[in-house]
T-cell receptor, first 111, second 114 residues
Framework: RKEVEQDPGPFNVPEGATVAFNCTYSNSASQSFFWYRQDCRKEPKLLMSVYSSGNEDGRFTAQLNRASQYISLLIRDSKLSDSATYLCVVNTPVSQGNLIFGKGTKLSVKP | SQTIHQWPATLVQPVGSPLSLECTVEGTSNPNLYWYRQAAGRGLQLLFY??????ISSEVPQNLSASRPQDRQFILSSKKLLLSDSGFYLCAYDARGTGWNEQYFGPGTRLTVT
């Protein structure tokens, strides 16, 4: 099983749609979880951290299910500017500060 | 506020030539620093990380090396580049003590080895 696994997509959705991305991780001892956004040929940028109780930031909602080792990101009312690749990221308890990045899910929002 | 710089932004080098990429961080002290590589269509691969001056840990065997001569400076080097070294090189830092290990990336260097 890969350490962090994501559906590569692409997800092609119309403006205004709701889209959900899922991610699974293999190390049950992982404690920190994040979603990053990466635009084409740019660096990844932190979108949001994922807390145990779930958290929301505007149109974005992240949830964590530790029992199933599963993380999700929900985007409501998609905008054209949401088009990007979304990376699921999990820390590795073995090495302090080291993060494992999924390969990302590509989202394309169409007019 | 904290910022991270990388240069050069793009680089085209012949096989067998040396490499030196530089990363500097401002606005934070004693950060953890990281070098990643992202090959075309692939995920981020951690190459090196550093918890302090002169302290370098390597995650994968390769013909690259890293050095940290100053607290907020991280350098990636190679004596002889291979074609397989082409990729997008990203430097990142995290501020210690946050407990969450969020990492912040520089703008990256796009390296093409010809």
């Amino acid at each position: 099983r890969k350490e962090v696994e994501q559906d590569p997509g692409p997800f092609n959705v119309p403006e205004g749609a709701t889209v959900a991305f899922n991610c699974t991780y293999s190390n049950s001892a992982s404690q920190s979880f994040f979603w990053y956004r990466q635009d084409c040929r740019k660096e990844p940028k932190l979108l949001m951290s994922v807390y145990s109780s779930g958290n929301e930031d505007g149109r974005f909602t992240a949830q964590l299910n530790r029992a199933s080792q599963y993380i999700s990101l929900l985007i409501r009312d998609s905008k054209l500017s949401d088009s990007a690749t979304y990376l699921c990221v999990v820390n590795t308890p073995v090495s302090q500060g080291n993060l494992i990045f999924g390969k990302g899910t590509k989202l394309s929002v169409k007019p | 506020s904290q910022t991270i710089h990388q240069w050069p932004a793009t680089l085209v080098q012949p096989v067998g030539s040396p490499l030196s990429l530089e990363c500097t961080v401002e606005g934070t002290s004693n950060p953890n620093l990281y070098w990643y590589r992202q090959a075309a269509g692939r995920g981020l691969q951690l190459l090196f990380y550093s918890v302090g001056i002169g302290q370098i840990s390597s995650e994968v065997p390769q013909n690259l090396s890293a050095s940290r001569p100053q607290d907020r400076q991280f350098i990636l080097s190679s004596k002889k580049l291979l074609l397989s070294d082409s990729g997008f090189y990203l430097c990142a830092y995290d501020a210690r003590g946050t407990g969450w290990n969020e990492q912040y990336f520089g703008p990256g260097t796009r390296l093409t080895v010809t």
